[in-house]
DNA sequence: ATGAAAGCGCTAACAG
DNA sequence: CTGTTAGCGCTTTCAT
């Protein structure tokens, strides 16, 4: 015989009040008599009543809720920022909705649905490999949205990113002033932005410098690194190597160890991210520090403001990256 | 101008019928007229309209939503299984609700209350360090709770978890059965069950053996492997480390770096969790496999059939381990 | 097969 | 200061 959970309802038959009175104290309203209001305290101990945040919602028409649309956790970049996200959510009183897409259009456009469904009150996407179009045709769902890692100019949308593009140029400019010659670079997904920009950035330094760019594409993956690495060696033995993220750099250096060459005398190695075992790992990883935790700090403050009322333009924040040295280079 | 959501009423006029049409429709209910049907769906897409969940929520008392509550998701071990949960509540049509408690009781306390405030159906709680009355008061709530790594044996909530004590047991005496005397062990925070469990695993397999213990207790972070390792190195020198869990060993093995020793051909280095990274680095981690993903699957599907109404008694599932040999040891 | 009306739990005027 | 009442958006009898 399963009992139900107490209601507002249950709480004023118990204190002999109506449920506005209740409903006041719950809200802290001032204009209640502390007599009545400690019988209120009372019956809502007593009965062990958790108020129903969604009929609260539902009242007022507000939400207390985010969601939160990303690749996949599983990837070690992500927690950080979802970290970031999630704790400054909660300071800021919402409660967060999480969902992986794993780059799927298909299951990106399903769970945005879903969380307009639940009635966020806004939703951060990150890495979205949605077209322009498709993105600023969510408008129409009157959720706001906060793109993280990328940036569409004149979407009506906020946006938290690193200058991706610049990141890189840094990486591979400093990789050729050392001297490097063949560098190679192993591409994440076409699809996603930050690693598009990533690879332009890459090919247009190696031209400029007057070096033919050698670039492999695959996905932000350990696997993908060790496999595109191998082929790189296969045909041949570049001087360096710039992976598009760090994940990738470390299948870079197995691939590199398994074929008894070293890192960096033979190989150096550039990642990006700054992933925690980046430091953890022989040799080192030298890599892009790429401030995770911060974009979630922002992006949740800025659907925070939109949540609000903020009808300004579409803000779009450029937080700082910052190169990290140590034994691969 | 902001315009705002059209709701079930916006659909019913526009398509000249009642709201109750519109919910039948929307609920596949079969007794509608097809030219009917079809203007209702005609004027829902025009509209843009996306159903209110928690109107519907509300309206049925029913909930889709999911509360998962775990420790840290930036540590490594955590993002698998928070994907195996993911993965099996969207696939059973729940939205999954996500906080951190950095294994804080109070925060823990405050997380619990604010998901059963957002009317979650239920909540998988990770690893809680909360006393086992604390957890079992938690059955007033009237919400239906999972376990994951960590059972309370006449609890009256179901619990996944793999048999820590015995996977720790093993390692320890596949380490002595390979001649190592000098064990010892790096054990995580104490008020975790997991950590206590392997601790004394480890205790008791090295008392059986005549074997005299020594164990440094941290947390499961890599600083604290690689402080609590250096303490143990000031001291004397093991021939072989248990550490309570991968991160923890991956401090230990710079550490031990550190001083110009060699894992294995010095100390032998043993984790625990297996997460993405063991396998990367060098050398390879030799660890415990725990089943992380089918854990989150099985705590997902053990709380829908709670949801659903199942009133047998709690189920205690413990999944299998495996160990897993590679170069450190 | 469709509509009218009540109600889910709570808040917010509006009275008193 | 407190109670009454009318919704919030949707589902669900109960009629028709």
């Known amino acids: 015989m399963k009992q139900v959970k107490p209601t507002i309802l249950d709480v004023a038959k118990r204190a002999q009040v109506s449920k506005a009175t209740v409903s006041r104290v719950l809200n802290n309203n001032p204009k209640v008599n502390a007599e009545i209001r400690r019988r209120v305290l009372a019956a809502i101990d007593e009965l062990g009543y958790v108020p129903n945040a969604i009929a609260r ?194 299948g870079a250096m197995n691939a590199i160890h398994g074929r008894g060459l070293r890192v960096p005398e033979d190989i150096a190695v550039f990642g990006c991210d700054d992933i925690l075992f980046a430091q953890m790992c022989k040799p080192a990883l030298s890599t892009i520090r790429v401030p995770a935790y911060q974009i979630g700090v922002t992006a949740v403050r800025l659907l925070d403001s939109r949540m609000k009322g903020g009808d300004a333009d579409a803000q779009h924040v450029i937080l700082e990256h910052k190169l990290i040295i140590r034994e691969s280079t």
């Open 57 to 250: 919602n539902l009242a007022n028409s507000t939400s207390n809720t985010i969601g939160l649309i990303l690749p996949d956790i599983t990837n070690p970049y992500f927690p950080v920022l979802a970290r970031g996200i999630e704790d400054t959510a909660h300071q800021l009183g919402y409660t967060l909705f999480i969902c992986n897409t794993d780059n799927d259009p298909k299951v990106e456009q399903e769970y945005i649905r879903k969380m307009v469904q639940q009635q966020v009150g806004g939703i951060i996407l990150i890495s979205s490999i949605l077209g322009e179009e498709t993105v600023n045709g969510l408008k129409g769902l009157q959720t706001p949205f906060v793109l993280c890692d990328r940036s569409i100019p004149d979407s009506p949308f906020d946006s938290v990113t690193i200058d991706h593009y610049r990141a890189a140029r840094e990486v591979v400019e400093r990789l050729i002033a050392q001297g490097h010659r063949r560098i190679c670079h192993l591409a994440g997904p076409s699809q996603v932005q930050s690693a598009e920009m990533r690879k332009q950035a890459y090919v247009d330094a190696m031209s400029e410098a007057g070096l033919s760019p050698v670039v492999r594409v695959g996905s932000y993956s350990y696997e993908s690194g060790l496999r595109l690495m191998n082929e790189v060696l296969d045909e041949g033995r570049p001087s360096a190597v710039f992976a598009a993220n760090d994940l990738i750099a470390f």
